[in-house]
């Protein structure tokens, strides 16, 4: 199975400062199809995942555009860009290019 | 709009089977697969399998030897169904589809 490294697993940030999360494949997640399963999500408290991030870089529908992913291969990043106090939760990673499908072990973003 | 609602028991015994059903509303089966997701209180989120538009299934390597999905097209229905219960199968389970929808997850506590 493949397994997704997240990194840092805790991350605090003030209000307005830009953070990124590392999400590492241990196999390149290129399809076939020429696509890159790679999604990124977040778990507010309480709540259940909402999608930001689709096959790598697409931002969701409704999603800030202070969020943005990147990467390729095996190595992916999400950015935010100016943290707001709406976007604390946990994140997490997940690929859908092998099967079974794998969600990262998540990060905490907390909100100094 | 697309709507995804679990249901099923809060509390089943161990060594039991569990059963879950997601009832979709908004879009059809037949065009979109449906994804099964649980979150272990305080713990990070485990993707437990797809039951896809044509009905062909993937499932976690873990939990295949006990878990089955199957869907009625025509009740717009998805159905989940884990044997051999134990606690540590107590969770959140979470039914999703296209990743960008989602139900608001359904909590089962397995008592010894």
């Known amino acids: 199975d493949v397994v997704l490294t997240q990194t840092p697993s805790i991350l605090s940030a003030t209000i307005g400062q830009s953070v990124s999360i590392s999400c590492r494949s241990s196999?390149?997640?290129?399809?076939?199809?020429?696509?890159?399963?790679l999604y990124w999500f977040l778990q507010r408290p309480g709540q259940s995942p909402q999608r930001l991030i689709y096959?790598?870089?697409n931002l969701g529908s409704g999603v800030p555009n202070r969020f943005s992913g990147s990467g390729s291969g095996t190595d992916f990043t999400l950015k935010i860009s100016g943290v707001e106090a709406e976007d604390l939760g946990v994140y997490y990673c997940?690929?859908?290019?092998?099967?079974?499908?794998?969600f990262g072990s998540g990060t905490k973003l907390e909100i100094k | 709009q697309v709507q995804l609602k679990e249901s099923g028991p809060v509390l089943v015994q161990a060594s039991e089977t569990l059963s879950l059903t997601c009832t979709v509303s908004?879009?059809?089966?037949?065009?979109?697969?449906v994804i099964w997701v649980r979150q272990p209180p305080g713990k990070g989120l485990e993707w437990m399998g797809i039951?896809?538009?044509?009905?062909?299934?993937d499932y976690n390597s873990a939990l295949k030897s006990r878990l089955s999905i199957n869907r009625d097209t025509s009740k717009s229905q998805v159905f989940l169904k884990m044997n051999s219960l134990q606690t540590d199968d107590t969770a959140i389970y979470y039914c999703?589809?296209?990743?960008?929808?989602w139900g608001q997850g359904t909590l089962v506590t397995v008592s010894s």
């Open positions: 196999q390149s997640l290129l399809d076939s199809d020429g696509n890159t399963y």
């Open positions: 908004g879009f059809s089966l037949t065009n979109y697969g």
């Open positions: 999703t589809s296209g990743w960008a929808y």
């Open positions: 997940m690929q859908a290019t092998h099967a079974p499908f794998t």
């Open positions: 096959l790598v870089s």
């Open positions: 039951i896809w538009r044509n009905g062909n299934t």
